[in-house]
């Protein structure tokens, strides 16, 4: 519990850090990334079949039932 706390206060920290500095972009970087890595995740576990407007739950149907 103390690894995600600290991870949480970290990503905090970083957040507080890009707005002082006026450098949202970097957060739009990272949030863009973390986009990008999920819909790669999506379409390799569900053999390619993910659609861009997919819940997660929907996502996670698919492996659960589908496969």
Do not use: F, P
């Not at 659609?51 to 997660?56: F, G, L, P, Y």
């Amino acid at each position: 519990m103390d690894n995600k706390r600290e991870r949480l206060t970290s990503i905090e920290t970083l957040v507080a850090d890009c707005i002082l500095s006026h450098q949202e972009a970097i957060i739009v970087r990272l949030i863009e990334q973390l986009e990008s890595d999920y819909v790669e995740l999506a379409k390799l576990a569900t053999m390619g079949e993910y659609k861009a407007n997919w819940t997660h739950r929907e996502v996670l149907d698919y492996i659960t039932y589908e496969l």
